[in-house]
Each structure stands twice: as C-alpha cells, then as structure tokens.
C-alpha cells in the first residue's frame, strides 16, 4: 500500500520551471558554433597540411585569369607583342590550371605520401610560370620604358595612351592592371611553391594545436544522467 502511495505521489509531482536550464544566448551559441568550426578546420589542417600552399595556388590561378583580359589588351598592341609574348601568356594560362591538378595527383588523399613524379611535375610548372612572368614583366617594363622616352607622351599622342585605335582603349587603361597581376601571380605561385616544400616543417607546428573538445560539467552531467536512465 504505501509502495503505490509513493508511486501516486512521484506522478503527480509537476517540475519546476525555474529549475530548468536556461537557454544560452545567440552571441553564445554563434561563438561556441565559430569556435568549433576553427576546431575542425585545425584538425582537418593537421591531417593534410599541404591544404594550405594548395589555397595559395588556386589564387595565384583566380588572379591569374582575372587580369587575362588586360594581358591580351597589352599584347594587341603592335609594340608590345614581340618575342613571342602571346605564346607566353598563352602558356602561362594553360600551366596555371594544368598545376592544380598536378597539385592534387602529387597528395592523394588515401596516401600518406606524396607521389614524387607528379611533385616534381608541379614544381616544374610552378618554376616555369615564375619565369614567364619574370619576362613578361621585364618585357613590358622596358617596352613601356621606351615609349615614355620617345614622341609618345600623352601630351604628343592621346590617342595612344588614352583613347586607342577603333575600339581598342589607350595604354594606360590596361597596362597597370596587367602588370599589377604579373606581380601578383609572380609572388603567390612563389608563395605556393614555398609552402609546398616546407609543408612538413610547418605540419609539425600545426600538429602541436590543442584541438581537443573541452566538455563543460553542465554537459557532462546530462551525458550521465541521461546514461543512467538507460
């Protein structure tokens, strides 16, 4: 009898609202949810280091195609495309996109090492893209050198700096621009080649992250009484 009493009793027994947990506020639950991003993605970079000089490729590859417009402006011009400089962009743009698949064969992923045909594949087109744009920008450097030494000052020949023949814009529309991007691919391809020849020394640092999930005791007290209802 006093066996069913107690049973009536626990039934009828309503939980106290103020005793429940409360719920955590927005800017706690986006910092804890950054946080655990950031986690992850350290631990995805200790599984494959190499990620990293493989993001400095793909936009050395986006810069590269961004300025392509301004390369082919600059070599339409008749003083600007000697020496088989349209080949060159033309070689440039094609090993720009050919490296990242090299770059990807060289680290298979169920592979804990590199395959070295194909890395030393990479590096040959990574050296030779830096020296095509070595050229191209000494090329065009002294090319445009030239032009402000003789008649063809903007203040003597507008049309050539400025407005350009037919619907070709002048000079100075697109020769920054391209040349910007030279420098540009020029570093970051350097930049990629760098980091994939130093990519084990920098795995090692990464790899002495804590990326251990802390459990607070709020949590762990849930894991365990949820543990012995079971």
């Known amino acids: 009898m006093a ?24 800017g706690k639950r986006l910092g804890t949810g950054i946080k655990e991003w950031c986690r992850k993605f350290v631990v995805k970079l200790k599984r494959r280091p190499m990620n990293i000089a493989f993001f400095v490729l793909i936009i050395s590859t986006i810069v590269n195609l961004c300025c392509l417009g301004k390369y082919s402006q600059l070599g339409m011009i008749t003083h600007y495309s000697q020496a088989s400089q349209g080949l060159c962009i033309f070689v440039c743009q094609l090993f720009c996109i050919l490296v990242l698949l090299l770059f990807m064969n060289s680290f298979p992923k169920r592979s804990k090492k590199p395959k070295i ?71 970051l391809v350097g930049l990629a080649a760098v980091l994939t020849a130093t990519y084990p020394l920098y795995g090692k640092l990464i790899n002495k992250i804590n990326t251990r999930k802390v459990i607070e005791s709020t949590e762990l007290k849930e894991e365990i009484d949820t543990s012995a209802e079971v």
């Open 3 to 26: 066996e069913n009493e107690n049973l009536v009793e626990t039934e009828n027994v309503v939980p106290d609202p103020s005793n429940a947990p409360e719920k955590p506020s927005f």
């Open 117 to 187: 045909v194909m890395l030393v594949l990479t590096f040959v087109f990574m050296a030779v893209m830096i020296g095509l744009d070595i050229y191209l920008y000494i090329s065009w450097g002294k090319l445009h050198a030239e032009d402000l030494l003789v008649d063809r000052t903007p203040s003597q020949n507008e049309s050539y700096w400025v407005i350009g023949t037919g619907n070709q814009k002048g000079l100075n529309t697109f020769y920054p621009g391209a040349m910007a991007g030279l420098l540009a691919h020029l570093i």
